[in-house]
């Protein structure tokens, strides 16, 4: 298995399995989170897959030639809420809110993830670069991480030559 899919499915396991995610999600939405490792954009996820945690993608960042390979990867957290609170003139979807909520808890997931699994992950940033949408009654945000990982000297399993 190449080293992004190592990672995609770390990801995945990290956040699907994450503790404070479910609670959030239950707290608010009644349900867990599903965890999709990429997304088809022709066939969107179903109103009962909310919220949701997406992997977009990780991908190897080329790097110098130190003993580090450094990966990037987007992650999305979706919601669905058409609720609309008011106070006086200032009006708020709530899904906007617990989407940024829900964000922020995901990467503290993995934060704590690579805590429990340092040889998987080295060192791992949040780049800042986090950015919200609505698509009405959908509400998403997105936040771009960054995972170093010590080069590994692991060569291909094959057939030995005349054996």
Do not use: W
Not at 1 to 23: H, Y
Not at 109 to 115: E, M, N, Q, S, V
């Amino acid at each position: 298995m190449s080293e992004v899919s190592e990672i995609l499915l770390m990801l995945g396991e990290a956040l699907v399995n994450d503790e404070d995610i479910k609670q959030f999600c239950q707290d608010n939405f009644g349900r867990d989170q599903t965890v999709f490792v990429g997304m088809n954009n022709e066939d969107t996820p179903a109103d009962d897959e909310y919220p949701l945690i997406v992997i977009f993608y990780a991908e190897r960042v080329v790097g110098d030639s130190s003993n580090i390979n450094c990966f990037a990867s987007e992650i999305g957290a979706g919601v669905r809420n058409k609720n609309l609170e008011e106070t006086g003139k200032l009006k708020v979807y709530t899904g906007m809110i617990q989407v940024e909520d829900l964000r922020e808890i995901i990467e503290t997931a993995i934060f704590a993830y690579r805590l429990k699994h340092p040889r998987e992950f080295g060192k791992i940033n949040v780049s800042g670069d986090t950015r919200s949408e609505t698509y009405y009654p959908i509400f998403r945000s997105n936040t771009l991480i960054t995972i170093e990982k010590i080069r590994t000297s692991r060569k291909p399993i094959g057939k030995k030559k005349g054996g």
